[in-house]
Every structure is written in structure tokens, then in C-alpha cells.
């Protein structure tokens, strides 16, 4: 009898990753005035076939206009994280807390306009991305020495917090369209505050060691190319290692140029060539 299970534990142990698209939890510790608690957030994974262990990304998305669209926020990129699944990357996409599926109180309030703390409300949604993070560090078909915030809008804003912890096992950052604050009451490059989001840019700089890829669209409704240049400027002066690029105008808002089919000849290249610089994948 021994026997036989130790045989059926090796050719479980043999058995494929099982590749596809999967629904799994994240747990996440937050303190409150009750002490320390656990929120799990709902999250999407992406497997490539074989048993790995493979790169890994945590793909993080946006902020909403309204608590309406945080109720029914999905976080999903499947544009994207097929791209990435094709390279041989997992892909894990966490729903933060106060959006969607996780519900729950919402963390990453930035404040009133004039006065918005955009440094803090980054680092409330990097608390989420860690954990993600962890979590893809545990898995035994990811490689933990390979892993890669990417983030749209305040996702890719929220990664690049992260990165300034400087105590995630990450090797770089690719932010597509990062920021908060843009688009107020709806309207077109209308944005709270751009001095503060620009000064909090420079904040993060000053602690990032890891590489960071900007992508921005010249038609971005949030963040106009004269602010995200300004904000990516105040990051690298501060002394964060970083490339920027400006994609051509695509839809009718760049800013969900991560999220579009034929977005994905603008991007894809200069993506795979940074993942390539930092040993995530292979050269050519």
C-alpha cells in the first residue's frame, strides 16, 4: 500500500501545470482598529502549458470615476495577458480591494482635488500588488527571481509604488498609462491637482532601484504626453531607472491602449525587448 501511494504521489509530482485561465484568491493582512484581519481578493490567473517554473506578472488594473463602477469592476486584460501567456509568462490579475468581486472598504481614496495625496493612495494600492506578489512567489511553477509589475492607469500608478517599497522580489515595471486623478467630472485631460501628481512621481523615484517601462498614447484622455512627460521626468531626476515612450493616438482614448485588440502592434515589441533586458525572457 505504501508503495502505491508513494507511486501516485510521483506521477502526480510529474503531471503537468494545468494551463488556462482559473479564478483564484489572494490573501491580504490589513490592520484596523480591531487589530490585524484577512481580506482575500478575487483574482484571475493565466497559465502557460508545462510544469515551469515560468516569469511571472502581476497585472494590475485601474482606479474608476465612480463607487458605481467599483461595484462591478472584473480586472480583467485578456488582450494582454494572452500576449503574455503566449511569451511563457503567468499572468495573475488581482481585484483590489473595494472593486468587484473582492468588495470590501475602498483604500485608495486620494483625497479632495486640491489636496490630493496621490503618493499615499499609490502606496495603498502597492499593499494589494504585494500581495499578489507573494502569492506568485509560493507557486512552484513560477520562477520568484522573475517576476514584473506590469499596471494600467492606477494599476501601472500603484506599481510603480510598489517598486519604491524596495522590498518585493520584482525585477522591473511596465506602466501603461499610470497616474490618478485624470479625467475629472469627465472631461478630457482635466485632471486634479497635476503639480502634486508630478511632485509624488518624483517621491517614488528616489527609492526605485528596479527598471520601469512608461507606455503612454498621444490621444490619453487622463494624462496628456505634457503630463506624463512630466511626471516620468520627476521620476528619473529623482534617480529611478526608467525608458519612455509615446505610442501614435489609437480609439478613442489612448488610455486603454493595454485593453485594445489593435493596441497590441503599438506595444508588443518594445514590451517583449524590456522583458528581454531584464532576464525575464530569453534573448533572441
Known amino acids: 500500500m505504501i508503495g502505491r501511494v508513494v507511486a501516485l504521489a510521483l506521477v502526480l509530482a510529474a503531471t503537468p501545470a494545468t494551463a488556462g485561465e482559473r479564478e483564484v484568491t489572494i490573501p491580504l493582512a490589513v490592520s484596523g482598529l480591531f487589530g490585524q484581519r484577512t481580506v482575500d481578493l478575487s483574482a484571475t ?7 515551469g ?17 467599483r461595484a462591478k469592476y472584473t480586472a480583467k486584460y485578456p488582450v494582454a495577458s494572452a500576449v503574455f501567456v ?7 490579475s488581482p481585484v483590489r480591494r473595494g472593486y468587484g468581486k473582492t468588495g470590501g472598504n475602498w483604500a485608495e481614496d486620494f483625497g479632495a482635488c486640491a489636496s490630493a495625496t496621490y503618493a499615499e493612495a499609490g502606496l495603498e494600492t502597492a499593499k494589494d500588488i504585494a500581495a ?3 502569492w ?20 501601472g500608478w500603484g506599481s510603480l509604488a510598489a517598486a519604491s517599497r524596495g522590498d518585493l522580489p520584482i525585477v522591473g515595471v511596465v506602466n ?6 485624470g479625467k475629472q467630472r469627465n472631461l478630457a485631460n482635466n485632471n486634479c491637482a497635476p503639480e502634486r501628481l508630478v511632485e509624488a512621481a518624483g517621491r517614488y523615484g528616489r527609492t526605485v532601484k528596479v527598471p ?9 484622455q487622463f494624462f496628456a504626453p505634457s503630463l506624463s512627460r512630466r511626471m516620468y521626468v520627476a521620476y528619473t531626476d529623482a534617480g529611478a531607472p526608467a525608458a519612455y515612450y509615446l505610442v501614435p493616438a489609437i480609439g478613442n482614448d489612448g488610455h486603454q491602449l493595454i485593453a485594445l485588440k489593435a493596441g497590441v502592434p503599438l506595444w508588443k515589441d518594445t514590451v517583449k ?7 525575464v525572457l530569453p534573448p533572441r
Open 45 to 51: 490567473e493565466y497559465r502557460p502549458d508545462g510544469d
Open 53 to 69: 517554473p515560468f516569469p511571472a506578472v502581476v497585472l494590475s488594473h485601474g482606479s474608476t470615476l465612480s463607487p458605481q463602477d
Open 86 to 92: 503566449d511569451w511563457g509568462l503567468v499572468v495573475v
Open 132 to 134: 499578489a506578489v507573494a
Open 136 to 155: 506568485l512567489a509560493e507557486r512552484p511553477y513560477v520562477d520568484r527571481t522573475r517576476i514584473v509589475l506590469v499596471g494600467q492607469s492606477g494599476g
Open 176 to 181: 501603461f498609462a499610470g497616474g490618478r486623478g
Open 212 to 220: 520601469s517601462l512608461w507606455l503612454y498614447a498621444e490621444n490619453d
Open 273 to 279: 525587448s524590456f522583458l528581454r533586458t531584464l532576464g
